[in-house]
């Protein structure tokens, strides 16, 4: 009979077996993820990064799972100008869509303006908020 661990601090290797296995495991039932990292960096006069971007395209999908805009430029167009870049690259990768969600009210004005429509959400993630699925059709 297998045996449980609960942990709050699994070694590499070992989520490197799940990993693997549940990579294995997708490859063989719907075929390779072909995923590959994204980012769109911000950088300031000095080229240090303040911000950007960070996905990766999978089975013809961009995932953006961070999308970060420093205060000195928010509100000024920026968050639409990265995820254009993002999207107009994933479409070169041969994605036929790009998804992404946020809890934030801001952030999802910004998504929405930029072509996103929502397909789902998640109430009170965190409280008081709600988590909200959004995708754009490339």
């Known amino acids: 009979m297998p045996e449980f661990e609960l942990t709050a601090s699994p070694s590499p290797e070992e989520l490197a077996v799940i990993t693997d296995g549940l990579t294995a495991f997708n490859t063989e039932d719907v075929g390779p993820s072909e995923r590959q990292a994204l980012a769109v960096l911000i950088r300031d006069t000095d080229g240090k990064v303040s911000g950007g971007l ?75 908020r709600t988590r909200t699925f959004l995708k754009k059709m490339l």
């Open 54 to 128: 960070s996905g990766y395209t999978a089975w013809g999908w961009l995932f953006v799972q961070l999308l970060y805009i420093p205060d000195t430029l928010r509100g000024s167009g920026m968050a639409g100008k990265i995820l254009a870049k993002a999207e107009e690259e994933a479409a070169a990768r041969g994605c036929r869509g790009a998804w992404i969600d946020t809890f934030n009210p801001h952030a999802l004005g910004a998504y929405r303006r930029q072509g996103y429509e929502v397909f789902g959400e998640l109430p009170d993630f965190p409280e008081g």
